[in-house]
């Protein structure tokens, strides 16, 4: 058990999620946004933080033992926003746990770093990259920085591509990108009790009928998702019709990502 | 669900599956084949027809969604025999599919076409195709001529390199090739079902306890087999032995088709 | 040296390139083609031949040690061509080979048994088979027919796709392509007298600059081309302008034969 | 069912295991061991023998159908020792399998043969050697020499690189390795009842969370473990922490083994 | 041939190379850095420019047919030297490049994009990223950057990941890593002339005798190396000693990159 | 250059070379052997030694830099002689090149710790084991020991599977693994010279036309071969017929060796 674990991103969605199932697994969570949270409760500390402000981060890492690094942009946008949450505050972060001596991280990444797959290929943690959006191009850059600092300075990282974390599948997409909730919360256990976490990347989905990605080179993590999208088809079909076979949001894993154009700069 | 699904080869033991099995997947299924057919029942459309006819294969195929193609000489046979069936037919069947607008389809191929890999040989859907018999060939040219379709007029095929299917195992070495009816059924069922098909190949075995097939390639279908010839084997150690270790029957994954020689013309 | 050496297609273009320079290979070269040939030279004999018809083909094949099979259509073509010359006649060729014990083949195939392959793919021996044209279908057909009787019967053949094999490029993908006359009698020459030649599937171009082709697997044979196409280049740019970058002819390796539509039955 | 089957080192601890649970697949067991054993029982032969004694061995293993040969050193030890009951002994059983006709062997190999792979490192049948010990390098010694025995003359052997196995995993690495004594003796049944053995390397562990192995080259045999360590978890969470997380007991697959340094000759 | 081929960074050492070598490349070379250069000559226009700068690298791009992109830091540096000119800048020029619509860029990539691979791990275009600085991060966001604008918006690029491109190897490194001028230039004029482009990883290396990567994927673009390091040997021997053999600068393929701390910011 | 290279085998066919043209490499060449040696020369020193004797050999390692180890038995034996030259030979020379600090060796193993791969097999440093004889299995037990010194101890090493050093080809296989006095003693200068040697395997041939191997994981090493063996082709062709094409000697690499029997034990 550590003592202080931070969860950057802790207002978001996925932030809210560890928030509230992560308690077990430090004495404290120190829980950090730029966007305003609710007051801490038992265990908790909250600290507001903007990733892009060096100073701020280094301050906010100091004392813990782990992070769970949410926080960024997580949908496309300008580059403006990109670089300043995903780029300088990944760097941040990780220049302040070099600095803090935090040795293990858990940094979000996401499927949209491979998002210009098509769906018929198979594809594992040695798949070259492929970003289907400038944020995509952000979450290499953070596991190419995970990968330097775990070379260079022995900061352990899980890199995990997350597919689709939500309470269900919200598209007929997501009953392969899935991961129920519960099945991140036992990935992050992993991640932060494993005897040696090492440089891993992991694909963040549960155990869904269609499937994509291959997990075999994480499996001495000892995660197995237990839970399965299959369980909703019926109800996404009654709600909604995917759209056509050969339209860019089907042909590619990353879906209406890689179909949408730039965003542009204001 | 689908206004109208083909099916060749209706008469023959896969044809009598898919007929009793599948009615709920389109308004009508079409049943076609060279050998006699019960009359058409409801929902149900009786159209005899020899796949070396072109242009009754063309009206045959004319209306249809999809088209499951079972069709042909399934056994070894003399190569008049193949080249009629296998060979002109699938070609018919595929043209007919590109003039009449037909994007989806399930070509029955079969395990015949990688027969030579040893069973010690675990392959996948890359794995050279190594056919042991004139009739395996014919299922390669198959798959290569679908591949032709998909890759130049966007037809999409799932090639079903079918193990043994019927309702239990027969031999020992269906142990491992066994693909249950149910399983079979459901794999029709997410092919015609799946948001996209794209060209796959999958190898038709049940979740047997041996296993030569790997069909990671294709799990972005959706398909898991649910059922295991292991439940058959004490049954099966009661009738009979199986073969010498060394016979080519063992050592091959084709089984008596690799060991049998030629079938003269007459 | 062997005592007789056919020659199929012995009136085509490669014909006309072998017939000219394997007379040291054997005691006799048996010249065949269903096309007018020239009158027997010394070492020669001359025999018409429809590969379509069986009979006649046992006859030739009868008394050879050695086949070099190129008979049959060399370009796209309606459904029935494809099938009288290539599928039927290299059956035939083969059958007849069987009965007649003649052990070692070589068997023209094409690039075109790969020719969807993207120009950026590097492919070696093992890549997927991915024809471009119904005609590549039927050299796809006539590998995996070559194999079984490689596996099954003991004949030896090299699977030879031919690139493009003329006494210079005549356009811009053919300096990737290219294979010189003597880069191919070369060939020829090691695949006859090579200690084993099991069955080996080559690559056929010269030791071109531009390359998307791997050969290492067939380097047992010995055979390395010393020629290159590149010597041609400026005068290729004096001559012409390459389609577009994005067009089909330039994307595919099979160039044209992937961007032309289907050759319709009469 | 075999007439007799071998158990060389039965007085060990895998010894008593076997002795105890395999008698159901011989009409005979065959017990042998440097060290006492227990006087025979029903259908048990008790024949002491040290395994560097050649004439001794030969005479050991005339009569039997099949071996799982345990026996020899199963930890670090000085060259001497090794050598004698590892190199020595084990030539001695394959080379009298050799004269007795024996066609059928376990030979009990270890994680130790690929023990300096690191633990992040998913490793299959195809992976380079990597012993982290003279044991290991004995077991590599064993596992080649069996592959001589059968591609020269024709014995089968699984490679068995046994995990751990015990009641129990006794510390965290072995969460990973641990093969409990019921997967073991489900895999020697397969190993013995298969159609066709071969020549096949098997990764002996259950089916646990943690996993660096994988064994889809050996599913052929049909073996699926069906165990798995993470019961065991919190017991031994409570029992004892692990070592630091770069420490190379952990750091490497063998554990401890990759860490000890080298036993000296007396 | 080009009419204006832009090269950035063409105060630098590759620039000025490129502004003495690429003349006959295009009727215009655009020449621009942030640093002074000298006036323009014949068929030159010279325009200074900070990538960082949106506008003016919009500017800058606008006119022309080709980018020679070498702009930006080449050595490791501060977060925010690294990050204006290789992370803003590089995208400023393939922003501007979409809206121009250039379609052909050069991207100087570098080998400290996997320099924490070790000296005797054999790469390709395939292995994954491994950074040794901060500067090798940069460097995989730019290929990753190149990539999505490859992939979702048809700009072409040739990632040229350069060993260390001087007149003469400096040190006992650079006897594997050497990139002669001359072969450098010519890879630039197969990169402008080649028919199709696409998406190019070029290990930048000339044929010298000791190597570390593989350009097997990249031989369709016809770019041989003709110089070899090797002759510069003695001449090495003489003036220095190579690091010891376990010296980080010598284990990881990216030398002292790999082996030098952290650039702190001001 | 070193001080003392130590070669053992010395009064053997590879051993003499050595001692005739590695004088160069060191200030003394030490000379070792079992059988008679000529008297030592300027800058050698002459040690008889039986390498199954421990405390000899650590005598004789005693003070080296280097050793080019080439003692044993180099072709099949009966195993006792394998026993004591090449497992307890070998062991005896790593365990005293770690008491003595030694930390570069040139293992000389074989094509025949491989020999059982069939000659149509392109392999590379990563193939699998397959010995062919009980000195194959010697030589991968050499490897694997070696590899075992390099991973705990730090003792470098390049394992050389010789193919056939002669100062030519004596039949035909050798056409494909000759290895060019010549080019063995460049590769030696590599070895002893290269900055960074680690643990190689490379294979010991020239640059044959004929070639079943594969060097790239070695290209870091810089040794490029410059022999061609087919210059002797047509000497050799007058001398002798080939076996049959489908002779064991003629269809696995290790040529005769995989085709011989057992050597039994006196």
Redesign the interface.
Known sequence: MMKRLLITGAAGGLGTLCRARLGHMADTLRLSDVADMDPAGDGEEVVPCDLAD?AAVHALVEGCDGIVHLGGKSIEGT?AEI?NSN??GT?NVY?AA?KAGV?RILFASSNHAIG?H???T?IDA?A???????Y??SK??GE??A??YH????I?TAVVRIGSCFPEPKD??M??TWLSPDDFVRLIERIFT???????IVYGASD?????W?N??A??????PEDNA?VFRTKLDGLMT??D??HPA??FQGGSF?AV??FE?D
């Open positions: 060096a580059f670089l780029i300088i760097y220049e070099r040795k210009f098509t769906r018929e198979r040695l070259p990259m492929r970003p289907d959006s400038l995509g191009v290499c850059y190419n920085l990968r330097l070379d260079k300075f022995g352990d007929h997409r009953l392969a494993t005897t040696r976490l090492g440089y891993a869904n009928e269609e499937c994509w291959d075999r080179h499996r001495y993590l000892g995660w197995r299959e995917p759209p076979s050969d089907v042909r890689a154009g730039h700069d």
